[in-house]
């Protein structure tokens, strides 16, 4: 009788995980995600739709398999220090769409920000995605940050034909599957900044974080 009903359940649990598997899910046993990233099959998906989180594989890309940029060391560079809340007027080589609407000076921003249209220096993270009232933002960090001592905001407009420009091309041609090629860039570079208030942070845990 056990054995029966053993059986059953079997069979029903069978049932079941037919009825309700979800197709796309094959393609994560295949093991798509390199490098130790996480294979995620997307609910509404294909067979062919998965994401890969490559969160902390040092890895990007959509397999994982692309080595993140590494950081930039432009040789000469602007900086912003000895500030606190406050933005660099960066004026572009080229305009930038940001939706439908043309941006030419960026703001290079001490609390992780930056902007365009509108120097935008709040210290208060707001959830995204923003409201209208806000400035088009980039957010590679957003919390309160005091640039004094080495604290350093350093940012630079970097030409198509430097090596570095070579460089994130070859990234990017990687990562996307596509041919790059850049006409400038911008990169910060927020140098070994602590949030606001924390004096031991430059010993145990400051931050230094790019865009480009
Ligand atoms: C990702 O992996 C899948 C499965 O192995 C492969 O078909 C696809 O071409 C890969 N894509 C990239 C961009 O490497
Ligand atoms: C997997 O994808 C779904 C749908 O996009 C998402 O809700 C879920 O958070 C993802 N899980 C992980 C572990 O990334
Ligand atoms: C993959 O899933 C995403 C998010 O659920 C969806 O927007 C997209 O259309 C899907 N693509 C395919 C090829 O099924
Ligand atoms: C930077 O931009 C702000 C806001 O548009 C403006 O008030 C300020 O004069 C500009 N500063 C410089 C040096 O261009
Ligand atoms: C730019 O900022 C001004 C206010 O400083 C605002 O009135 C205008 O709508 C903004 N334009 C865009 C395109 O964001």
Partial sequence: MFFFIFRVVCFLQLIISIVFSQPGCSICQM?????????????????????????????????????????????????????????????????????????????????????????????TPELFPLSVEFPPVIAPYWDDIVLVGSRELRYQVISGSSSIATQVNNFLTSYTGKPFNLDWLLWAYWYNVCPYTDDSCLTHQSNFFQLV
């Fill in 31 to 123: 093991s798509p995600c390199q490098n130790g990233g996480t294979c995620n099959c997307t609910l509404d998906s294909a067979p062919s739709n998965y994401t890969c989180d490559c969160t902390g594989t040092g890895y990007q890309g959509i397999n994982c398999t692309v080595a993140q940029l590494p950081f930039i060391h432009p040789p000469s560079y602007n900086l912003l220090m000895n500030q606190d809340d406050d933005c660099a007027n960066v004026t572009l080589p080229t305009s930038v769409q940001i939706g439908p609407f043309y941006y030419k000076i960026a703001y290079v921003c001490s609390n992780g920000l930056v902007s365009f249209n509108t120097s935008y220096a709040s210290y």
